[in-house]
């Protein structure tokens, strides 16, 4: 299941040109926790023709539904829902998926995939917070692997960043700074537990200037380096 998770998935068949409204249309409906809307624009997508993925109409079904489940878990994340409680959601879905033997089965399971990641964000109550934050969330989230400064998130949202730091602190509790941290240092976690890629790619990926710069970065917000970090979680893995 990995392997899912570390890919750009589309719903859409590779062979035409996908309707990018149509999806964008989907992944806000779901970052908005409107279910509603989300079902609507399923089944919109889900009148066009699917991309076959593989010779059984079964196997074509539940990657193209695997890929679906991927896009649900990246809207969540983007926002502000935990990766563990994401992925693991995400993880269970997929076991169930396999283990569905009709294409129909399978079909009808993509609905209950979509209202349960709905639920996710609507239990994590990360939808209490008001418009211009979880506008603010949703910027950080989506550029978590670059640098982002309060200033940038101010200039996207057109507000002064004075005011954006005072409503984003009073009602998360916690300086955006210390978000995007804590959020950057989630990711990277991830990205050390969940890829094979190496420190010096990891490091490149989240604009660290130098391995050394990314490693002690990393040391002081886990205790430990990140390949020691790797390894203790691999060996708890097997």
């Known amino acids: 299941m990995e392997e899912y998770k570390n890919k750009n998935f589309s719903v859409f068949p590779a062979s035409s040109h996908p309707p990018y409204i149509l999806e964008q249309k989907l992944i806000h409906a779901i970052k908005s926790s409107d279910e509603k809307e989300s079902i609507a624009v399923l089944n919109q997508i889900n009148k066009l023709h699917r991309a076959e993925l593989a010779d059984s109409p079964l196997r074509s079904i539940k990657n193209s539904?695997?890929?679906?489940?991927t896009l649900f878990t990246r809207a969540v994340i983007e926002m502000g829902v935990d990766s563990e409680s994401a992925f693991s959601l995400?993880?269970?879905c997929i076991k169930k998926i396999e283990?569905?033997?009709?294409v129909k089965k399978v079909e009808v399971f993509e609905y209950d995939i979509l209202k349960a990641f709905i639920k996710l964000l609507r239990e994590k109550n990360y939808l209490k917070y008001s418009p211009v934050v979880n506008e603010a969330i949703s910027i950080i989230m989506q550029n978590i692997q670059h640098k982002i400064t309060l200033q940038n998130i101010a200039h996207k949202i057109n507000i002064h960043p004075s005011y954006l730091s005072t409503v984003f602190k009073t009602e998360v509790?916690?300086?955006?700074?210390?978000?995007?941290r804590k959020q950057k240092s989630e990711a990277i976690r991830l990205f050390l537990l969940e890829t094979s890629l190496s420190l010096t790619d990891i490091a490149f990926a989240f604009e660290f200037s130098s391995?050394?710069?990314?490693?002690?970065y990393f040391k002081k917000?886990?205790?430990v380096s990140?390949?020691?970090?790797?390894?203790?979680?691999?060996?708890?893995?097997h």
């Open 65 to 69: 539904i695997i890929a679906s489940c």
């Open 90 to 92: 995400s993880d269970r």
């Open 99 to 102: 283990n569905l033997d009709t």
């Open 173 to 180: 509790g916690i300086s955006i700074s210390d978000f995007i």
């Open 211 to 216: 391995v050394a710069y990314f490693s002690g």
């Open 221 to 223: 917000i886990f205790g």
């Open 226 to 237: 990140p390949s020691t970090y790797r390894k203790i979680h691999a060996k708890e893995k």
